[in-house]
Nanobody, 128 residues
Framework: QVQPVESGGGSVQAGRSLRLSCAASGVTLDYYAIGWFRQAPGGKEREAVSCIGSRGTNTLTAGSVKGRLTIFRDNAKNTVELQMNGLKPEETGVYYC????????????????????WGQGTQVAVSS
């Protein structure tokens, strides 16, 4: 059983940066496709922000954050990092890390239903 654990959330002013981290003990995350999803306040549906395939297969990023967000693996720490720059108030929400795998060459997709394992989320609040 894979249990992703998110960290790095917090409260920042618009235009600032945050780095979120997704970790999972007992497995090598490099063999899992990882997705990051955001759920805005008010019970809105989770939307995909970015994802990375296993073993560097691929990366995908939502158009609204392209150019401001980078997803990458830190295999030394066994984490997937989400560097978010130039944050906007509308990007406030709970950010979830999700995993599917394992697979040697498993591309990621920006679809919630494709992921098997979900973390509890980390809160990001961006003030104007």
């Amino acid at each position: 059983q894979v249990q992703p654990v998110e960290s790095g959330g917090g409260s920042v002013q618009a235009g600032r940066s945050l780095r979120l981290s997704c970790a999972a003990s007992g497995v090598t995350l490099d063999y899992y496709a990882i997705g990051w999803f955001r759920q805005a306040p008010g019970g809105k549906e989770r939307e995909a922000v970015s994802c990375i395939g296993s073993r560097g297969t691929n990366t995908l990023t939502a158009g609204s954050v392209k150019g401001r967000l980078t997803i990458f693996r830190d295999n030394a720490k066994n984490t997937v990092e989400l560097q978010m720059n130039g944050l906007k108030p509308e990007e406030t929400g709970v950010y979830y890390c999700a995993a599917v795998g394992p697979g040697v060459l498993r591309p990621c997709v920006m679809i919630m239903q494709a992921y098997e394992y979900w973390g509890q989320g980390t809160q990001v609040a961006v003030s104007s």
